[in-house]
């Protein structure tokens, strides 16, 4: 018989995934569906990266590549680095994984010894805990809220710290609150971890280019010079281009963990797709004029989400400075009961009972370490949030 390893006990399965997969099947049922949980961009890769990787096939450029990213591309990261945030690397710092996702996995599985601990601030992004875990080490959590704006305070970081704490893994803005910090939010925390020679930073930018009106994207080793040499600047282009698909994900940082990561790679998944990286090299070098007009779209979206959610019974709907999310409070709905006649006791029986009743498929936040939240991914269209907004009032409106 088949017992899965201890080590994968450790985990449990993507609660993001799950969640699209029952909405998938419920609409392969005949149901009529509305999915607010997927994150990724509704609009397709624009065509001059289709067309490099068109052209990287017919050019026959398909075979294996140097494990962690072919030199043109490592060049384009560099750039890019030094173009948008004023970072200072050469190509033996860069990594190249196959997406974001994995770049992760890698600096984990490279870095962590058991008992390592890895700080994590709450709500997170629902991988991090379990790739510390797969990785041998143990996930501390850090509580934010709402009235924080879901930021770390330092004073909160500082008390998570101990000697055994290994990684800080920052995520601005953030999925799944949206919220992203300020140049001066960064400075707070980057002088706590100063006093803390032993804990390195990761930080996931995935989401940089979507940041609304005039805030200004900043990540820390930019703003404090001396954690360079402890910092992980990861990026990639699944969600800036409309790449979730290509598997593409990049980080910079120093050598020597790099090579640890390169180092995986080369016993696990040897390079990333050949044609994928091409694409990557014309993302990043091609016209990046569609980044804004595109910010201001999600912007808008942002706009109306947010003023939706805030007139429903019982949620309450801070407005966030990023990302593709937001992440209601749904406090007002807990102990009440559903059209269903159930009582809802959790922001599981939240989205459950929402999908139930409206159909609108939402991921609980217990899934990302707060409750009682939800998250909504607004990457969507406008008469399709409109149409699912008003289901989720008429849905809290219903509760008694
Ligand atoms: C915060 C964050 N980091 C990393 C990733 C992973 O990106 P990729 O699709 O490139 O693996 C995601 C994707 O949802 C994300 O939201």
Redesign the pocket.
Known sequence: MFVESATLRRVKPSATNAAAAKARALRAAGRDIISLDA?EPDFDTPDNIKEAAIRAIREGKTKYTDVDGIPELKTAICAKFQRENRLAYTPAQINVSP????V?FNAMLASVEPGDVVIIPRPY?VSYPDMALLAGGTPVFVATSAASGFKVRPADLEAAITPKAKWLIL?SPS?PSGAAYTEAELKALAEVLLRHPQVWVLT?D??EHLVFGDFAFRTIAEVEPALYERTLTMN?V??AYAM?GW???YAGGPAPLIAAMRKVMSQSTSNPSSISQWAAVEALNGPQDFIKPNAKLFESRRDLVVSMLNQAQGLACPTPEGAFYVYPSCAGAIGRKAPTGKVIESDRDFADELLETEGVSVVFGEAFGLSPHFRISYATSNALLEDACTRIQRFCGSLT
Not at 99 to 102: L, M, P, V
């Open positions: 994150g997406g974001g996702k994995a992760i992004w995520n999925n996931d995935m989401y990639g699944s969600k979730t598997r593409i994900g």
